[in-house]
């Protein structure tokens, strides 16, 4: 079992920076790609940001440029630096871990970026 555990959301205006990290429990080298998604109330949970074991990353088009993607192995950390950041980023964010087509999901941290 992994469990996941988000924090660093908060409050920000528009064009600050926020670094949400997950901390996830065991060892993350097993596990094949983890990640963040988005959610707004109402709405569908989008990606945000993937990291696979070997380092690769993807990023949604919304986010390219202003947020980057990384983890620490030895801290079980994965972490989420979002720059320049919009209002339209306003959110709960989400981040997930798969090991063996099975997917594992934090509780969420929000992210309100006010204009």
């Known amino acids: 079992q992994v469990q996941l555990v988000e924090s660093g959301g908060g409050l920000v205006q528009a064009g600050g920076s926020l670094r949400l990290s997950c901390a996830v429990s065991?060892?993350?080298?097993?596990?094949?790609?983890m990640g963040w998604y988005r959610q707004a109330t109402g709405k569908q949970r989008e990606l945000v940001a993937s990291?696979?074991?070997?380092?690769?990353?993807n990023y949604a088009d919304s986010v390219k440029g202003r947020v980057t993607i990384s983890r620490d192995n030895a801290k079980n950390t994965v972490y989420l630096q979002m720059n320049t950041l919009k209002p339209e980023d306003t959110r709960v964010y989400y981040c997930?871990?798969?090991?063996?087509?099975?997917?594992?999901w934090g509780r969420g941290t929000q992210v309100t970026v006010s204009s």
């Open positions: 997930y871990a798969a090991r063996a087509g099975t997917w594992y």
């Open positions: 065991g060892s993350i080298s097993s596990i094949n790609a």
């Open positions: 990291i696979t074991s070997s380092g690769s990353t």
